[in-house]
């Protein structure tokens, strides 16, 4: 158990709408990252929060959007689904050397 | 551009054997490496992270950065099928002293351990 835990586990949405998948952080940690792994391949990085602020973003177009919160629980805000954003989205949380992982959400756009 | 470079398998090694995994970068930058394991359908589990070159050992896991080279490697020894997963490099670029954990990850290598 890393103390990172995402929610939902599963969604099916479709194409064109909106989504928002959550992080609750392991206490003490202070940074958030997501990530979007894709089958077959490694995880890609999207965006990283410190102090409720974006410190970081990976190639991913605007309709990908964040937030986290005072207690440093986490959202991931995708518009205008794609099929393409298929994928299983992963938090990280960190406080230190190390990153962990939650379980992840598995997305299916159809 | 920053790129993480794995073989992607499958490697197949036999039970009780040694499992030599590889990776290499693109970034003379970079200053931190970690190895995740991801079993099927599930989320990477970190297994060590190593940060100078030479050998970092835990239990039966040692890994190896050679920064020079931009190279860095896993080895598993007296390999266990429960070990049978995904190995995915990953190299962090993100700014020291935040925590920050901006990773890039190569596309992972495959391993098999025969009983």
């Known amino acids: 158990e890393t103390g990172v835990t995402q929610s939902p586990t599963h969604l099916i949405k479709t194409r064109g709408q909106q989504v928002t998948l959550r992080c609750s952080s392991q206490?003490?940690?202070?940074?958030v990252s997501w990530y979007q792994q894709a089958l077959g391949q490694g995880p890609q990085f999207i965006f990283q929060?410190?102090?409720?602020?974006?410190?970081g973003r990976g190639n991913f177009p605007p309709r990908f959007s964040g937030l986290q919160f005072p207690n440093y629980s986490s959202e991931l805000n995708v518009n205008a689904l794609e099929l393409d954003d298929s994928a299983l989205y992963l938090c990280?949380?960190?406080?230190?050397?190390?990153?962990?992982f939650g379980q992840g959400t598995r997305l299916t756009v159809v | 551009q920053k790129e993480v470079e794995q073989n992607s398998g499958p490697l197949s090694v036999p039970e009780g054997a040694i499992a030599s995994l590889n990776c290499t970068y693109s970034?003379?930058?970079?200053?931190?490496f970690f190895w995740y394991r991801q079993y099927s359908g599930k989320s990477p589990e970190l297994i060590m992270f190593?940060?100078?070159?030479g050998d970092k050992e835990d239990g039966r896991f040692t890994a190896q950065l050679n920064k020079a080279s931009q190279y860095v490697s896993l080895l598993i020894r007296d390999s266990q099928p429960s070990d049978s997963a995904t190995y995915l490099c990953?190299?962090?670029?993100?700014?020291?002293?935040?925590?920050?954990?901006?990773?890039?990850f190569g596309k992972g290598t495959k391993l098999s351990v025969i009983p």
């Open positions: 970034d003379r930058g970079s200053q931190s």
């Open positions: 206490s003490g940690h202070n940074t």
């Open positions: 990280a949380s960190g406080g230190g050397t190390e990153a962990f």
């Open positions: 990953a190299v962090n670029w993100g700014r020291s002293g935040a925590g920050s954990y901006q990773l890039t």
């Open positions: 929060y410190y102090r409720e602020e974006e410190n």
């Open positions: 190593i940060y100078s070159n």
